[in-house]
């Protein structure tokens, strides 16, 4: 109870003074004040957190839980759990494969199939005469055309074609030549230079 006196007597002090102030004003006033205490203690600065992986936090609704199925009318999914009643899409074992077309001959079967892909057929990384003229460098090797980027990769198959012309006389390395190339670096004095995978 004293304690109680004694913040009453603090908060009174306070309390602006006036030439006359009733009973309730007083309550009133009071009343504000300790409003006032709260409020004031309640209010915390705001730090702003930088954001990184600590305080990362998955978005409300992202996991949702397990549908509890068949345990009563009272979840909504009893009885029949979600399936609906009765035909195929009810039963287990239901799904169908990609491109079933509700049991006629689909389209896969239908059209016929003709040919087949060779486990030996060799893909060459295609070049010109006229974009190895534009580099003019007299040794010309993958590891060159490579860095230059007009192959991907130094290691795979590389054949020149003969588009263009070519004006200097260099050294070719490649794996293979077109005729047109052969006969048109002959011409130009360009030695080629045949590369034999081991």
Request: proline letters at 5%; aromatic letters at 4%; charged letters at 30%.
């Amino acid at each position: 109870m004293e304690k109680k006196i004694v913040k009453a007597k603090k908060i009174l002090k306070e309390v602006p003074a006036k030439k006359k102030v009733s009973v309730p004003e007083v309550k009133k006033e009071i009343k504000r004040a300790v409003v006032r205490k709260v409020v004031a203690a309640k209010v915390q600065p705001v730090v702003q957190v930088g954001f990184g992986l600590h305080n990362l936090k998955v978005p409300h609704g992202a996991h949702k839980g397990k549908r509890i199925l068949g345990r009563g009318p009272s979840s909504g999914h009893g009885k029949t759990s979600t399936r609906g009643s009765k035909g195929q899409t009810s039963r287990s074992g239901r799904a169908t494969y990609p491109g079933f077309e509700g049991g006629q001959t689909p389209i896969i079967r239908r059209i016929p199939k003709r040919g087949f892909t060779s486990v030996f057929k060799k893909v060459y990384q295609i070049l010109n005469l006229d974009q190895l003229d534009k580099l003019g460098q007299a040794v010309i090797t993958p590891e060159l055309l490579e860095q230059k980027g007009l192959i991907k990769d130094k290691n795979k198959l590389i054949k020149i074609l003969g588009d263009g012309e070519m004006k200097n006389a260099v050294t070719i390395r490649a794996h293979a030549f077109s005729k047109k190339a052969q006969d048109k670096l002959k011409a130009s004095g360009s030695t080629v230079e045949v590369i034999r995978n081991a």
